[in-house]
């Protein structure tokens, strides 16, 4: 079935059967009419909403990776201490269970698990962002006795990567354009 973004070839098929009958008319008469079929008054009412671009039925609105950890407090002294991220929720299946909670900062937000089946220890990530030089001398500030990342001017970005305690690799990456 056709729709109103194919208004123009609807125009010129209308013309051409027309024309098969020794009936002329103009291509803006076509248009206006296939403007009518469509329940509108004029083209141009309908060239505007054929302008309009089309919305996305797809659409991904935030990521959340699963970071695999081992041990809560050192977790917390990782992910909240020296990162400053806030803990958003928490959750057990009961008592001596282990651990799947939600940290975040900005609109950075992490899952951390103590799962087997959720993540592999060692992971790497990127998450892009601005500011990064602040972040680092944040970071520096934080004196956290396990790690003094640097910064890295590469390839027209700027890195700075962070291991936690278990080896999950976190590249906080500005792009500069340098």
């Known amino acids: 079935m056709l729709a109103y973004h194919d208004a123009k070839t609807m125009a ?14 103009s291509h803006s008469e076509a248009l206006e009419i296939v403007a009518r079929q469509f329940g509108l008054a004029t083209w141009n009412i309908l060239s505007a909403k054929i302008d309009t671009p089309k ?3 797809i659409v991904f609105e935030r990521t959340a990776p699963i970071v695999r950890i081992f041990d809560v407090a050192k977790a917390h002294e990782f992910y909240l201490g020296f990162l400053g991220f806030t803990v958003d929720w928490e959750h057990r299946y009961g008592d001596h269970f282990p651990l799947y909670t939600q940290v975040s900062r900005g609109g950075l937000v992490l899952h951390l698990s103590e799962h087997a089946g959720d ?5 790497n990530m990127v998450v892009y962002m601005r500011g990064i030089r602040d972040f680092h001398k944040e970071l ?6 396990y790690m003094k990342p640097g910064i890295e ?9 962070v291991i936690d305690p278990f080896s999950n690799h976190l590249r906080f990456m500005e792009l500069t354009g340098e």
């Open 12 to 25: 010129k098929a209308m013309r051409e059967a027309l024309a098969a009958r020794d009936l002329t008319i």
């Open 55 to 57: 919305q996305d039925t």
């Open 119 to 123: 993540a592999t220890p060692g992971g």
């Open 140 to 145: 520096a500030t934080r004196n956290y006795r």
């Open 153 to 161: 001017h590469e390839d027209g970005r700027l890195t700075v990567e």
